[in-house]
């Protein structure tokens, strides 16, 4: 596609595999830049279906459309959002961590109530001292 043709809002959502619906939601939101009208009908550049690839992209990274408001901002305002994600992503690491602990240890485990289990106790007590991750 040559970089200066632009396509209809339903060619763009067949290449990024995007409803329609979503992209006029993120345009009315600001996370898309509004198109070109040409006889009424937006009309996109090929970026577009660039910058739809990164939405997604972040809605799978677990950004919230906030986040990815605040993501697409210049550097100095986006910093705080991507700190604050990160330390929330490693939080979760640990949590989920302690979740598969618990689910491999349950498998293995011959105690009929997990609950009862000594070691399983001490896991859970570990855990709760170690605190949030850093």
């Not at 996109?44 to 950004?63: D, S």
């Not at 602990?101 to 855990?127: K, N, S, Y």
């Amino acid at each position: 596609m040559e970089r200066n043709t632009r396509m209809t809002i339903g060619r763009l959502a067949e290449i990024t595999g995007v409803p329609a619906s979503a992209i006029r939601y993120w345009e009315r939101h600001g996370l898309l830049p509004a198109p070109q009208r040409e006889s009424g009908q937006r009309r996109y550049p090929p970026e577009a279906a660039e910058r739809i690839i990164v939405l997604r992209t972040c809605q799978q990274a677990g950004l919230s459309l906030a986040e990815i408001g605040e993501f697409q901002r210049e550097q100095q305002h986006r910093e705080a959002m991507i700190r604050a994600k990160i330390s929330e992503i490693e939080q979760r690491r640990v949590d989920l961590d302690h979740a598969h602990q618990l689910l491999t240890h349950a498998l293995r485990c011959g105690e009929e109530d997990i609950v009862a289990c000594p070691r399983f106790r001490e896991e859970m007590a570990a855990w709760r001292t170690a605190g949030p991750a850093p």
